[in-house]
C-alpha cells in the first residue's frame, strides 16, 4: 500500500506592514499567481487530496484556498495545527503519524525550514531549500502514517514556480 504525502510552503509573504506579527503576514499581492499556477498544475497531475493539514498563519491559509478551489477540496475540512508553524521536522512527523489510515493522500501546507528538513530525511539527494509555493511530494510504501527515516519512500515531485 502507498501513502501520498504532499508537502506545500506557503506562497511569498508580504513584508509591508511591520506592525503586523508574524503570523499574520498576508500573501504578497503580485505572487498569488505562484499559488494559482501550481494549483492548476496540481490539478493536472491528478491530485485528489484524501486529508489537507495546514498551519494556522494567514499566509498558509490563504496559500490553501488556492489548492482548495482548484482540487475541490472543501475548505472547512482542512484540519489547522499549530505544530505545524514556527516547528520542526520532528514536530511535522508527529502530526503526520497522528493522520488516520483512511487518509491515502496527503497534504501538508506549511512553512520552511520545517518542509526542507522534513523531506530531507527520507531523500539521499538533499534539497537546499524548498521555495515558497514549493512542492515536495513524497511517496511512502507503507500501510499507515506510522513512518520513520528508514520507511520506505521515493521523491516522485519537486516543484517550484520556476519549474512548472
Not at 530531507?120 to 537546499?128: G, M, P, R, T, V
Request: hydrophobic share 30%; net charge positive.
Amino acid at each position: 500500500m502507498k501513502r501520498e504525502l504532499i508537502l506545500i510552503r506557503h506562497t511569498k509573504s508580504s513584508w509591508t506592514d511591520f506592525s503586523l506579527r508574524d503570523f499574520e503576514r498576508p500573501l504578497k499581492k503580485d505572487r498569488t499567481d505562484d499559488a494559482k499556477n501550481m494549483a492548476k498544475h496540481l490539478k493536472e497531475l491528478e491530485v485528489k487530496p484524501d486529508l489537507i493539514l495546514c498551519s494556522p498563519a494567514k499566509r498558509t491559509k490563504q496559500t490553501a484556498d488556492f489548492f482548495c478551489e482548484k482540487l475541490k477540496y472543501d475548505f472547512k475540512k482542512i484540519q489547522f495545527d499549530g505544530r505545524l508553524y514556527e516547528s520542526c521536522a520532528e514536530e511535522y512527523m508527529s502530526v503526520i503519524r497522528e493522520t488516520d489510515e483512511e487518509n491515502k493522500t496527503l497534504v501538508v501546507i506549511g512553512h520552511n525550514p520545517s518542509i526542507t528538513d522534513f523531506s530531507n530525511q527520507f531523500l539521499e539527494s538533499k534539497i537546499d531549500e524548498v521555495p515558497t509555493t514549493g512542492v515536495v511530494w513524497l511517496q511512502f510504501k507503507n500501510s499507515n502514517w506510522e513512518i520513520y527515516r528508514t520507511t520506505p519512500c521515493q521523491l516522485k515531485y519537486l516543484l517550484t514556480p520556476k519549474t512548472i
